[in-house]
């Protein structure tokens, strides 16, 4: 029996070895359940943050920023 089949997310290419997949998340889905993360072992510090969720939170702190007192 074999595993799910999963794809790094910084370089797209499956993960063949099942102990080089690094678990980075969930990414939440809009109708199911959403699903896991995962990237190479090496390239786990070069996955960065969401920019579309970083930009909606500079948003968020910059108008309670501006609207506090």
């Keep these: 029996m074999t595993g799910p ?13 099942p102990d080089d997949a690094v678990f980075v998340g969930h990414e939440p889905g809009n109708s199911g359940p959403g699903w896991d993360i995962y990237a190479h072992r090496d390239h786990v510090d070069l996955i960065g943050p969401d920019p579309v969720g970083r930009s909606i ?3 968020v ?4 920023a501006l609207n506090e007192g």
């Design 61 to 64: 702190l910059i108008s309670r």
């Design 57 to 59: 939170l500079a948003r």
């Design 5 to 17: 089949v999963r794809y790094c997310r910084h370089c797209d290419e499956v993960i063949s070895d």
